[in-house]
């Protein structure tokens, strides 16, 4: 790892220490300075390139300060009575011509192997579908029985220990450790958004149309939260993505709860499923 991300990676460390609750966590935390801790390598890889552009851009405006400096204070109008007159300089030319090109070189190609990396979906273990409502997502998995639930934010009232503020949601998605987890998004009214940061995912959810989205595998058993990111009305804000990652043993004991719960939701699919799960 360069020296200076460690510089970089030290210094939020001790901001991170400064101020009580600043801790990145798989959730927003007040005074949050920084990204959510990684629990994807998908959103590590996305990081660590943060950090590279975090360089680049603080050399280059450190680089254009110490030119304005130059020129501020060697020649003003005081201290150079007599500017030059030279109009061109071929090699200045050249080099704000060759080095910013290197630049953007240097960005672009970590740039277009993690857009590839994000965008192609590898072979997944499980799919899920998760439909946007005004202001509420349902959720269908497909592969275990095709049973659906919907995902209502918990009210303020109803809050319990331990639960977060406009986070927690009725009904959780649950998903397996290292898992790869295919997410198929779309919207039954208006634009939504699904997006959980700590997986560094984010997908719209656009009527009519289905997107696609991958995440995993979570090494680590928790929950993780998101939030709809996009403007879907008036009560945006109260459409929490609350993830929970449980063991697989755990996950195929949820699933036979599941079924039973969400019954109302029956399907030909879900009793072919049942039926094979009691061979």
């Known amino acids: 790892m360069p020296i200076a991300v460690r510089l970089f990676r030290f210094l939020a460390l001790l901001g991170t220490l400064a101020m009580p609750g600043l801790a990145a966590a798989a959730q927003p935390e007040p005074w949050q300075l920084n990204f959510q801790e990684a629990a994807t390598p998908l959103m590590e890889q996305i990081t660590s390139f943060h950090d590279l552009l975090l360089v680049i851009i603080t050399v280059i405006t450190l680089f254009v300060l110490v030119l304005l400096a130059i020129v501020i204070f060697r020649f003003n109008e005081k201290a150079n009575p007599n500017p030059s007159q030279t109009t061109h ?4 030319e050249v080099l704000w011509t060759v080095i910013p090109v290197v630049i953007l070189v240097a960005i672009a190609v970590p740039s277009f192997k993690l857009l590839y990396k994000s965008d192609v979906i590898p072979k997944v273990d499980m799919t899920i579908k998760a439909t946007g409502h005004q202001w509420y997502w349902n959720y269908e998995y497909v592969d275990h029985g095709n049973f659906s639930f919907d995902a209502n934010m918990i009210a303020n009232a109803d809050l319990k220990q331990g639960q977060l503020r406009l986070l ?7 998903v397996p450790v290292d898992s790869i987890v295919r997410v198929q998004v779309t919207a039954a009214d208006v634009l939504h958004s699904w997006t959980v940061p700590a997986f560094g995912r984010k997908i719209d959810a656009v009527p009519g149309r289905l997107n696609e989205i991958w995440f995993g ?5 928790g929950v993780y939260y998101g939030q709809c990111s996009e403007l879907c009305g008036t009560r945006h804000g109260f459409m929490p993505i609350t993830v929970e990652v449980v063991s697989k043993k755990k996950f195929d004991t949820w699933v036979e709860k599941a079924r039973k719960e969400f019954a109302a939701n029956d399907t030909p699919a879900l009793r072919k499923y049942a039926q094979n799960e009691t061979k």
């Open 217 to 221: 595998p979570v090494k680590n058993e």
């Open 89 to 92: 300089n071929t090699t200045i």
């Open 168 to 174: 927690e949601t009725d009904n959780r998605v649950v």
